[in-house]
């Protein structure tokens, strides 16, 4: 499908930039970030000549998701402070919201050290995100539960862990993002002093 995008084969810039960002997204799930990277790029040169703000933030939101993985804080950065500002032009889907803000907590969270301007970004992806499906949800969640952990908000976090891992369940595939909850959870554990409850998370991650 690429490929025909690339040759001038598929839809308008616009729809061809957020069908690209998605592909981006499937490479860097799958570890493919050398695959993802110049299909995210792809993606942003088309969105920027389409001129509508929704594909553009969403590539911005798939090159910047790659840039963190790869170890370039600076880059993700700058790709977010850029989509932020073309956010009010863009009355995004609520699931579609949900997913950047998520995408854009997590950024704080780890290349600006700003677990406190991570919290309204997902406590808003969480009201948008009502009715997403599960795994957005339990990702959310994830998020939500580190941010929280590092303001020491424990009792908060296992909240969310707990809210997480339900979502998860309801997920056919989603045993990925239940021992990726269980092992926040045994994070959020051990910072809140609680060596037992942690090791419970870790089994169940096992298990």
């Given at each position: 499908?690429?490929?025909r995008?690339?040759?001038?084969l598929?839809?308008?810039?616009d729809v061809a930039?957020?069908?690209?960002?998605?592909?981006?997204?499937?490479?860097?799930?799958?570890?493919?970030?050398?695959?993802?990277?110049?299909?995210?790029?792809a993606?942003?040169?088309?969105a920027?000549?389409?001129?509508?703000?929704e594909?553009?933030?969403?590539?911005?939101q798939?090159?910047?998701?790659?840039?963190?993985?790869r170890g370039?804080?600076?880059?993700?950065v700058?790709?977010?402070?850029?989509a932020?500002?073309?956010?009010?032009?863009?009355?995004?889907?609520?699931?579609?919201?949900?997913?950047?803000?998520?995408?854009?907590?997590?950024?704080?969270l780890r290349c600006?050290?700003?677990p406190?301007?991570?919290?309204?970004?997902?406590?808003e992806?969480?009201?948008?995100?009502?009715d997403?499906?599960?795994?957005?949800?339990?990702a959310?969640?994830l998020?939500?539960a580190l941010?929280?952990?590092?303001?020491?908000?424990?009792?908060?976090?296992?909240?969310t862990?707990?809210?997480?891992l339900?979502?998860?369940?309801?997920?056919?595939d989603?045993?990925?993002?239940?021992?990726?909850?269980?092992?926040?959870?045994?994070?959020?554990?051990?910072?809140?002093?609680?060596?037992a409850?942690?090791?419970?998370?870790l089994?169940f991650?096992?298990?």
């Open positions: 499908a690429n490929r995008i690339e040759e001038g598929g839809p308008a810039d930039a957020q069908l690209q960002a998605s592909f981006a997204y499937v490479a860097r799930e799958s570890g493919r970030e050398d695959l993802g990277e110049p299909i995210a790029r993606a942003l040169q088309r920027d000549r389409s001129g509508l703000a594909a553009r933030i969403v590539a911005r798939a090159l910047a998701e790659i840039a963190i993985r370039r804080c600076p880059e993700a700058t790709l977010f402070q850029q932020d500002a073309l956010l009010p032009a863009a009355p995004l889907p609520p699931a579609v919201a949900a997913a950047y803000r998520n995408a854009r907590a997590a950024a704080r600006e050290a700003d406190a301007g991570a919290l309204p970004l997902l406590e992806a969480l009201r948008q995100g009502h997403a499906p599960p795994a957005t949800r339990a959310i969640h998020t939500h941010a929280l952990a590092r303001l020491r908000r424990f009792d908060d976090a296992r909240r862990v707990d809210a997480g339900r979502a998860a369940a309801a997920h056919p989603g045993r990925a993002l239940e021992v990726a909850l269980a092992r926040v959870g045994a994070q959020v554990e051990t910072a809140a002093g609680a060596p409850a942690a090791l419970e998370r089994r991650a096992a298990e």
